[in-house]
């Protein structure tokens, strides 16, 4: 067994931190005030590289590992959640149903600007009556001469309405099934859609700076080719997105983790009560040593379901613990880290109450903590 | 054309530094190696020439360290740098400015350059010798504290940094360069380049390549350092109580006159 990352994972962590706590770090209070899309560091993102992460060279990616990719998800979530959501989602949700089931054209037509960073996709699954019952596609597309005509409303797309977003790829109920049950198909809606609209962006608790949107469709023309994966297998193709997905915002978890245990550290040491640092109490201590130590538990978790998932093995059931452990533990940390700041950690300007706000969705999002115990005891046979 | 850049492998920059009281040497073990901070700036200018000059023009990285530093080399590799040399020798230990310039040049001239850039200093010993030693032994001329640079037909153009502006300065290839932090800030690498560094060789050289005159290591060098010493702590200020302004006024004035500042 070794624990060891190798060259390349390290120099990639080293890269993500150095740019992340240069670039990212001074800007994040801004940005969540202002709810202001980072499109200069999305640009610096993809010179970088780090669009277009785990995707093979011939497709304008960088050729890197999962483990690479979750420590490089855990470096910008610790700076910024909003950047990093904005960055995972891109790569797992809006990048990798091409990958995974473009045909060659397609690939070279969306994949390669995607993992090029000079266009993001969304992923359009949740419907505003269809969150954790996925399946409850309402959103319909009806096939008339040789055209998909869709009709319906996806909530909470991530990167659907940016000045450089090129489209949405979709769940649609394109049919029925023999047995009766609805044909769910993936289908590539592009921006300039006639009948497909986005809404102002949402006004949100926390991830204030990234771009999340309602998507709306009207009689939304596209040609019958653009179905991407094959008919009828929209749910379960995107589903399987959604696995690694998981891995993703598991990392983004530890990243918030890390990020409010960084400042808690700091301020402990720096902050005087009763004639010395708080950091000498031991109240604070065991604090900061419970953080560490969940944290520590929930980054091994999330570097295993990568590793699993680059040996090639059945990865879905370690990245769901990882998902759900690493979400439970940061809202642990955060209220601590808030603890930990005293009346600061409720002001504004204090990194950590903006941490606080940014949590919450971990639990929610790419399946809420009870989903995620549904989808395990499902897994177990129960 | 040939550009080399000299690039030292140094202890973090942010890590606590502690010397061995019986080598009186730099404890680099336990502590993470980086390269010199001022030698990434001289990697961008070398870089940003490459991408002007186009062409044949080739970065080639060389450092003197331990075999072990492979790893922080290839940082440089990732930032767009063709190749590396290593000078790995355990007779190097202990090398002064002098020694090590001296073996330094050797290697040089076996992998033959038409310009070497080097950072102005090094973090950890601060001497910022090296350097001019170096062109010394090489036999060219060198350009110290360059803040832009211009090439063309094998001439150099540069501003040299002084303490109230720039001088410009021209000279002829082959010749060393040291540049300052003006230069422009050194860029990230980036994930392909990094993916792509263990694809660029990193060749390591012997002291038994290089057909040695003088001796290196601590037998070579010019230079001993004789004892090591904390900054004294600094006493306790001075505490005088005045009656009034100018009464205050006049003991301040009184200090400062003693000591030959007024």
Known sequence: MNFDLSDEQKAIQSLVREFAQAEVVPRAEEMDRQEAFPYDLVKQMAELGLMGLPFPEEYGGAGADTVSYALAVMELGRADASTGITMAAHVSLGATPFYLYGTKAQKEKYLIPLAQGSMLWGFGLTEPGAGSDAANVQTKAQLREGKWIINGTKAFITNSGTDISGGSTITAVTGARPEGKPEITNLIVPQDTHGFSRSRKYKKMGWRASDTRELSFVDAEVPEENVLGARGKGLQNFLTVLDGGRISVAALSVGLSMGAYDESLKYAKERQAFGKSISKFQAIQFKLVDMLSEIEHAKNMVLKAAWEKDQGRDFAMTASFAKLYSAEVSRRVVNEAVQIHGGYGFMDEYPVSRMYRDQKINEIGEGTNEVQRMIIAKMLGL | ?262
């Open chain 2, 1 to 262: 054309m040939k550009i080399v850049v000299t690039v030292k492998l140094v202890p973090d920059t942010n890590a606590v530094k502690r010397i061995d009281p019986a080598t009186k040497r730099l404890v680099r073990t336990g502590v993470e190696t980086v390269i010199n901070p001022f030698d990434e700036y001289a990697i961008e200018a070398a870089l940003a020439l490459k991408e002007k000059l186009g062409g044949d023009t080739t970065v080639t990285i060389f450092t003197m360290a331990a075999e072990s530093g492979k790893e922080v080399v290839r940082k440089a590799l990732a930032m767009g740098a063709d190749d590396a040399v290593m000078l790995s020798d355990a007779g190097l230990e202990g090398s002064d400015v002098w020694a090590s310039a001296y073996a330094m040049a050797q290697a040089l001239k076996k992998i033959g350059f038409d310009l070497i850039i080097c950072g102005a200093l090094a973090e950890d010993g601060n001497t910022g010798g090296l350097p001019n030693a170096l062109s010394e032994y090489l036999g060219v001329p060198a350009l110290t504290n360059a803040r832009h640079i211009e090439i063309s037909d094998a001439k150099v153009k540069a501003q040299r940094e002084t303490d109230s502006g720039y001088q410009v300065v021209t000279g002829a290839l082959p010749m060393l360069m040291t540049v300052t932090m003006a230069v422009g800030e050194p860029r990230y690498a980036s994930l392909k380049g990094i993916m792509g560094a263990k694809r660029k060789t990193t060749a390591v050289m012997a002291l038994s390549e290089l057909g040695l005159e003088k001796a290196v290591g601590t037998g070579g060098a010019k230079t001993e350092v004789v004892e090591i010493a904390a900054r004294p702590a600094r006493g306790k200020a001075r505490v005088e109580e005045a009656a009034d302004g100018p009464a205050g006024a006049k003991i301040i004035f009184d200090f400062l006159k003693e000591r030959k500042l007024l």
